[in-house]
């Protein structure tokens, strides 16, 4: 019973109804406990915010999870809604190698082929020996044999040409981080299906 307590398995909307986190049964409980968040119950056509109070009270049905207190089982919310909070939060995707290929468009920064991702490793366009740092603006993608070919070497000492100057990625919403990654089918309602 703890171990589902502990997995985040509720969804987290603001007050228009918009996923802007994830978090614990527990962490929903305390929330809506403190009248920080309503449960929703989602009963096809019906969307009902539910205080703690109406929460506790509701009716365990078939395809609900519950967890077995003092009192009886008390069903575990799969969406919460923050009472007071509106805004869409945002944050700038991880500086990893996928975000880098994903930002290049799978394609060699130096001659423009589109790669596998086998086929391609990141680039410091000032190598580290340079002083070159692990930023948005001095990473690309690019192919294997180029990257080689590279060395230690700025790309013009190479020979080499960047087709466009790496900037950063901007900030997205929250949402477009936010991953159904235990199938919950009431989330399908609020976030799209990314793989």
């Known amino acids: 019973m703890s171990d589902i307590l502990n997995k985040s398995i509720v969804l987290v909307l603001n007050r228009n109804w918009q996923a802007i986190h994830v978090r614990t049964p527990q962490e929903a409980f305390c929330q809506?406990?403190?009248?920080?968040?309503?449960?929703?119950?989602i009963e096809s056509p019906l969307f009902t915010p539910r205080t703690w109070e109406e929460w506790i009270h509701l009716p365990i049905r078939e395809q609900d999870?519950?967890?077995?207190?003092?009192?009886?089982p008390i069903r575990i919310p799969t969406v919460i809604v923050a009472v007071n909070y509106a805004k869409v939060p945002t944050k700038r995707p991880k500086l990893c190698a996928r975000s880098i290929r994903e930002r290049d468009g799978n394609r060699c920064q130096y001659t423009g082929r589109c790669l596998r991702p086998e086929e391609g490793n990141l680039d410091h366009v000032v190598p580290r020996s340079r002083g070159g740092k692990d930023t948005w603006e001095n990473l690309v993608?690019?192919?294997?044999?180029?990257?080689?070919?590279k060395g230690n070497r700025?790309?013009?000492?190479?020979?080499?040409?960047?087709?466009k100057l790496p900037r950063?990625?901007?900030?997205?919403?929250?949402?477009a981080f936010i991953r159904n990654t235990h199938c919950?089918?009431?989330?399908?309602?609020?976030?799209?299906?990314?793989?």
Not at 65 to 72: L, M
């Open 32 to 41: 809506m406990a403190t009248n920080v968040a309503t449960g929703l119950d």
């Open 65 to 72: 999870e519950a967890v077995q207190t003092v009192r009886g």
């Open 141 to 149: 993608w690019t192919s294997r044999e180029v990257n080689a070919r």
């Open 154 to 163: 700025l790309p013009h000492e190479a020979g080499l040409k960047l087709l």
């Open 168 to 175: 950063a990625l901007k900030e997205l919403p929250v949402t």
């Open 184 to 195: 919950i089918p009431e989330w399908k309602l609020f976030i799209a299906d990314k793989e």
